[in-house]
């Protein structure tokens, strides 16, 4: 078990990379599970998912 506490989420707190972060999730089906159960509940499958995306969008923003 984790010894951190579950606090609720503040979308209206959030950095911007961590808003794309839980976009990518929502986009993916992800959202609800992230919000239930914590990043934790993901595979690597999932949070690499996640990450590549994050990237490309990054390099997206990049460019302009």
Same mark, same amino acid.
């Given at each position: 078990?984790?010894?951190?506490?579950?606090?609720?989420?503040?979308?209206?707190?959030?950095?911007?990379?961590?808003?794309?972060?839980?976009?990518?999730?929502? @986009?993916? !089906?992800?959202?609800?599970?992230? $919000? +239930?159960?914590?990043? #934790?509940? %993901?595979?690597? /499958? @999932?949070? !690499?998912?996640?990450?590549?995306? $994050? +990237?490309?969008?990054? #390099?997206? %923003?990049?460019? /302009?």
């Amino acid at each position: 078990m984790s010894t951190k506490k579950n606090k609720p989420i503040k979308l209206d707190e959030l950095t911007k990379e961590e808003l794309v972060k839980y976009e990518i999730a929502e @986009e993916l !089906g992800l959202l609800d599970r992230v $919000l +239930a159960d914590g990043w #934790r509940s %993901l595979s690597s /499958k @999932e949070t !690499g998912r996640i990450g590549g995306l $994050l +990237a490309r969008k990054k #390099r997206e %923003l990049e460019k /302009k």
